[in-house]
């Protein structure tokens, strides 16, 4: 197998825009073009329709927090000693977090001129020197927990212990979380389609638990399982994010001068959330394939032509090394155990 076709042309003054969209718990076979069928996905399906869809691409640990530092280094989570998964502060460990010394791509992208932004999960630290605006996140989002909910109800239940955040500040939110994380990208595309930028859109959908949005649960009314229906509901209302992202790109102008990047941080806990790793044999938690082999889609207009499949191993520090190569400025080489 060739590697990927990538093509040379250089049009764009500016660097590309970056958005790394990373569902949470996302199984191998949990959209449609990986083979899901009683969920419809077109949102999601459509970037790899626009470019290429990686069938071998794996995560650097079967849980969420040490393949999130991976991820976002573009080094081994072991040899910066992030080795473990607290569900939040009250069990992390008092140096928990990516050392100072190693640099995330948000900081690599912020110095080299990117306005940066997350929306949606953290998990990579508690310490105010470990929060995404110390790591090089200009805007901020989400929470800091490995697990959240979604319905505004129980977001506001569970406030004590677990707090939405816009920057530093908790705040009260009205809308089902999917739906208000993919708000708050859109309006910073608006915001900056002026400079080149990088977006991490780390929904917590479709981790456990399960809560789904009325609309969306009634059009699922035709799956039994009460499970299997509430997750179709959240992994539609990702693909909708999705979709919505996609959309600003357009209307912005931005599509062409874009990479987007779409992956799971995971193979999918399939006795908790019914996700499907299919045909793959494993889960979350477990080295098997089921736990470590997710979907990878990416497209780049005019750089990736559309429609290609690469069947190579690649692992999810690559994705990390070629994001900061399509930066420029020699800023890959941060990204010491990735190949672009």
């Known amino acids: 197998m060739s590697p990927v076709a990538v093509s040379s042309e250089k049009t764009e003054v500016r660097p590309p825009n970056i958005i790394l969209i990373l569902a949470d718990d996302l199984g191998y076979g949990g959209i449609g073009v990986q083979g899901c069928t009683d969920i ?10 626009a470019g290429v869809r990686c069938t071998q691409a794996y995560m650097s640990w079967p849980a969420c927090n040490p393949s999130r530092a991976a991820l976002l280094t573009g080094r081994y989570h072991e040899r910066f000693g992030f080795e473990i998964n607290p569900a939040d502060a009250s069990v992390a460990p008092p140096n928990y977090g990516i050392p100072r010394n190693v640099p995330t791509i948000a900081e690599q992208l912020k110095q080299a001129g990117y306005a940066t932004a997350i929306y949606g999960k953290y998990a990579l630290g508690f310490r105010e020197d470990q929060k995404p605006l110390a790591r090089g996140f200009e805007e901020f989002f989400g929470f800091l927990e490995a697990g959240f909910d979604y319905l505004p109800e129980e977001i506001d239940r569970r406030a004590g212990r677990r707090k939405l955040l816009r920057g530093d500040t908790p705040i009260q939110e009205t809308e089902y979380l999917t739906d208000a994380l993919a708000r708050e990208c859109v309006a910073f595309v608006d915001r900056h389609k002026d400079q080149p930028f990088f977006v991490y859109f780390s929904p917590n959908a479709v981790h456990g638990p399960l809560q789904a949005d009325e609309e969306r649960l009634r059009r699922f009314a035709h799956i039994a399982e009460k499970n299997r229906r509430i997750h179709a509901a959240m992994v539609v209302a990702l693909d909708d994010a999705v979709g919505r992202i996609l959309k600003s790109l357009r209307d912005n102008g931005l599509e062409n001068n874009t990479l987007v990047v779409f992956t799971s941080d995971n193979g999918g806990p399939t006795a908790n959330t019914t996700s499907s790793n299919a045909p793959l044999r494993g889960v979350k938690g477990s ?16 750089h990736i032509p559309a429609g290609q499949v690469f069947e190579q191993p690649m692992i999810s520090m690559d994705l990390t090394r070629t994001m900061l190569a399509a930066a420029g400025d020699n800023l890959e080489q941060s990204a010491t155990d990735g190949i672009n």
């Not at 419809?40 to 329709?49: E, L, R, V, Y």
């Not at 080295?287 to 005019?302: D, F, M």
């Open 287 to 302: 080295l098997q394939e089921g736990g470590i082999r997710v979907p990878c889609l990416i497209q780049w207009p005019k």
């Open 40 to 49: 419809p996905t077109p949102h999601i399906d459509s970037i790899a329709k």
